[in-house]
């Protein structure tokens, strides 16, 4: 059994730990797209994730960035959420059995994602403002815009995706 100790005990604390979860989050997220990219079929979807895979590392990168500045360490904390959400990507993968539905399988996986991030980083820009951090403010909103782009693509490319898994088969 793992004990946690009580150690939050003011928003500072809590964003430090927000912060690490996400550094955890985007490091999962830089694993499980190059297999997402590879079982891509269209070459729109294959790009949008290929450049959002590209951005990801940029976005450990500011993570870090924040991280060593506030802490002087990189603690890694495991984000369970995008665990999850990972591992349901690579069942619905899994199951899906032609070209067409992988796409929307994978559209659907990953707007999932993009979601999460848009709260989580919303809450943290938020948290950074509020404890004077603003330079950690700018990174993270730049990074937020980033997941709202990146959910805005599979959005315009879903309608087309999806209407071709809906007559494969
Ligand atoms: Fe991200
Ligand atoms: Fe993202």
């Known amino acids: 059994m793992i004990f946690h100790l009580k150690h939050i005990d003011n928003l500072r604390k809590l964003y430090i730990d927000q912060v690490e979860h996400l550094h955890s989050a985007e490091t999962q997220i830089t694993e499980a797209l190059p297999n997402m990219i590879e079982k891509a079929d269209d070459p729109e979807l294959k790009r949008a994730l290929q450049s959002h895979l590209q951005e990801t590392r940029e976005q450990v990168s500011r ?3 924040i991280l060593r500045e506030a802490t002087g360490k990189i603690e890694p904390k495991k984000n369970k959420p995008i665990a999850a ?3 349901e990507a690579e069942d619905m993968l899994g199951d ?3 070209t067409a539905v992988t796409d929307a399988a994978i559209i659907a996986a990953g707007q999932r994602i993009e979601h ?3 709260a989580a ?3 943290v820009r938020d948290f950074a403002e509020i404890i004077g951090e603003q330079e950690h403010a700018a990174l993270l909103a730049k990074t937020l815009e980033e997941e709202k782009n990146a959910d805005a693509t599979l959005s315009s490319i ?3 995706a999806n209407t071709k898994a809906d007559r494969a088969a």
Request: hydrophobic share 30%.
């Open 96 to 98: 899906a059995s032609n």
């Open 158 to 160: 879903s309608s087309s």
């Open 116 to 118: 999460y991030e848009i």
């Open 85 to 87: 959400m990972v591992s």
């Open 63 to 65: 993570l870090e960035q």
């Open 121 to 123: 980083y919303g809450t």
